[in-house]
């Protein structure tokens, strides 16, 4: 299932909205059809990318860069979207490239984002590779992407954090092993419903101490363990690993944070 996510800007039916991302220049329109300049493979020349819209049909009919049609080059077929932003973004600092975004809905992220290299143009990311994201954000590291996200973890709830993903031949692969909450949560300090063993460390063997019930935990990372999860929490002076699975139970925090 799709995540939920806001662009900032609420896309009206049938009209088009061109944010600017990472500083870059931004144009907004009322019509179906539309087009924007940036330099996209960083030569110093912009390039021109154009589109038409069929409203009767729902689908984005054109989308040329340079007067190159995406499609053909690209061997895919018109885009369904009655809603939808065309944007250009960095994904990448520290290369030359800014990609052509098209997100394709008003309330989910659904949306594909296209390279230009000297008069080619490929398929740099589909969303499809992905499971469900907040917002993509721009990143140092060179043949990666960064964006947001959210996981329901054992124990706590859901908590947001960035995930760092390895791009290859248009597709993804988790990067990230252990994440960190990011600034987009509400909170990562709970109180205790029972009382928790901490570990000294990730294997769960070692104890170096507990955690009364009732008392407050800090959660600084959390990582995959197997189907379940491993949550790093500090409290006090006391810090290590947590495994939910040691508990009979859902949520072993009061008010976990969920929402879907």
């Given at each position: 299932m799709?995540?939920f996510?806001?662009?900032?800007?609420?896309?009206l039916?049938f009209?088009?909205v061109?944010?600017?991302?990472?500083g870059?220049?931004?144009?907004?329109?009322?019509?179906?059809?539309?087009s924007?300049e940036a330099?996209?493979?960083?030569?110093?020349?912009d390039?021109?990318?154009?589109?038409?819209?069929d409203?009767?049909?729902?689908?984005?009919?054109t989308l040329?860069?340079?007067?190159a049609?995406?499609?053909?080059a690209?061997?895919?077929?018109?885009?369904e979207?009655y809603?939808?932003t065309?944007?250009?973004i960095?994904?990448?600092?520290?290369?030359d490239?800014?990609?052509?975004?098209?997100?394709?809905?008003e309330?989910y992220?659904?949306?594909?984002l296209?390279?230009?290299?000297n008069?080619?143009?490929?398929?740099y990311?589909?969303?499809e590779?992905?499971n469900?994201?907040?917002?993509?954000?721009s990143?140092?590291?060179?043949?990666?992407?960064?964006v947001?996200?959210?996981?329901t973890?054992d124990g706590?709830?859901?908590l947001?954090?960035?995930?760092l993903y390895?791009?290859k031949n248009?597709?993804?692969?988790?990067?990230?092993?252990?994440f960190?909450?990011?600034k987009?949560?509400?909170?990562?300090?709970?109180?205790?419903?029972?009382k928790?063993?901490?570990?000294?460390?990730?294997?769960?063997?070692q104890?170096?101490?507990t955690?009364?019930?009732?008392?407050?935990?800090?959660?600084?990372k959390?990582?995959?363990?197997?189907?379940?999860?491993?949550?790093?929490i500090?409290?006090?002076?006391?810090?290590?690993w947590?495994?939910?699975?040691d508990?009979?139970v859902?949520?072993?925090?009061?008010n976990?944070?969920?929402?879907?």
């Open positions: 799709k995540k996510f806001k662009l900032g800007i609420a896309a039916l009209a088009f061109f944010t600017a991302l990472s870059l220049r931004s144009a907004q329109a009322d019509a179906s059809d539309g924007l330099d996209l493979d960083g030569d110093g020349v390039e021109i990318v154009e589109w038409t819209f409203e009767e049909d729902g689908v984005i009919s040329t860069i340079n007067e049609s995406v499609y053909k690209t061997k895919t077929t018109p885009m979207a809603c939808f065309v944007t250009v960095d994904t990448c600092t520290t290369d490239y800014k990609e052509l975004m098209v997100n394709r809905d309330e992220y659904d949306f594909t296209f390279r230009y290299d008069g080619k143009i490929t398929i990311v589909n969303d590779d992905l469900g994201i907040y917002s993509i954000e990143q140092k590291k060179k043949g990666y992407i960064a947001t996200d959210y996981y973890v706590i709830g859901n947001h954090t960035n995930v390895k791009v248009g597709k993804v692969t988790a990067d990230t092993k252990v960190t909450p990011n987009n949560n509400y909170t990562t300090t709970f109180k205790t419903k029972l928790l063993t901490v570990y000294k460390n990730d294997e769960c063997e104890v170096a101490g955690v009364k019930k009732g008392g407050k935990i800090k959660v600084t959390f990582k995959r363990n197997g189907d379940s999860w491993l949550i790093y500090k409290s006090g002076k006391l810090k290590g947590v495994n939910p699975m508990y009979d859902e949520w072993f925090v009061k976990p944070p969920l929402f879907g």
